[in-house]
């Protein structure tokens, strides 16, 4: 089956350092990732929408220079969370969607705590 | 606009009991509808999906939903519950025209010894 790698799953750092998550589709080709974040308790919030070999389209309220997306290759997205802050300490999730279909194809997500 | 509607935050049963988790739907276009499963410090995985085929769809673990048109509903449904089955359930609505993904608010199941 289709599989979806982040990584690192848990990232502790330091207020106004940056941090990069990776995400992987291990075995399909994807055109299209997605970053979702999400609060304790609630539902994911999409924050992105990453098209292999051009500008990631953010959602509205999504600060584009906070939340650095690239998409570089057809398995490979990253996300780079610059000068963090504690309020950016979420759950934050990708999904990739295969360039067949358009069922998305979750990762395991990536545990931000800034201290 | 597409939106979803998860009637329950919280469902408890005991275990050996059916389960029923609620979900409503608002759609312009003709969806397609998901049901995934979310258990504590797990990725989240999809329970089954419904794309216009048969109305009545089986997923994994024993799970079923069966989308009605006419109530636009699709409820997710167990015979049986497992203590394996706790955990955090999301319907997921996506228009074919964009193919983004609409979450609902997530219901917690809680299964009673």
């Known amino acids: 089956g289709a599989v979806v790698s982040q990584h690192p799953s848990r990232v502790i750092c330091k207020s106004g350092t940056s941090v990069k998550i990776e995400c992987r589709s291990l075995d399909f080709q994807a055109t299209t990732m997605f970053w979702y974040r999400q609060f304790p308790k609630q539902s994911l919030m999409l924050m992105a929408t990453?098209?292999?070999?051009?500008?990631?389209?953010?959602e509205q309220g999504v600060e584009k220079d906070k939340f650095l997306i690239n998409h570089a290759s057809l398995t490979l997205s990253t996300l780079t969370v610059t000068s963090a802050h504690p309020e950016d300490s979420s759950f934050y999730i990708c999904?990739?969607?295969?360039?067949?279909?358009?069922?998305?194809?979750f990762g395991p997500g990536t545990r931000l705590t800034v201290t | 606009a597409q939106s979803v509607t998860q009637l329950d935050s919280h469902v408890s049963v005991s275990e050996g009991t059916p389960v029923l988790l609620r979900c409503n739907y608002s759609s312009s276009y003709s969806p397609s509808l998901f049901w995934y499963v979310q258990h504590p410090n797990k990725g989240l995985q999809l329970l089954l999906k419904?794309?216009?085929?048969a109305t009545l769809v089986k997923g994994i673990n024993g799970f079923e939903a069966e989308f009605k048109k006419s109530e636009t509903s699709f409820h997710l449904t167990k015979p049986s519950a497992h203590m394996s089955d706790a955990a955090e359930y999301f319907c997921v609505v996506s228009e074919d025209s964009n193919y983004q993904l609409i979450w609902g608010a997530g219901t917690k199941l809680i299964i009673k010894p």
């Open positions: 999904s990739a969607r295969d360039v067949r279909g358009y069922e998305q194809y």
């Open positions: 990453s098209n292999e070999g051009s500008k990631a389209t953010y």
């Open positions: 419904y794309t216009s085929a």
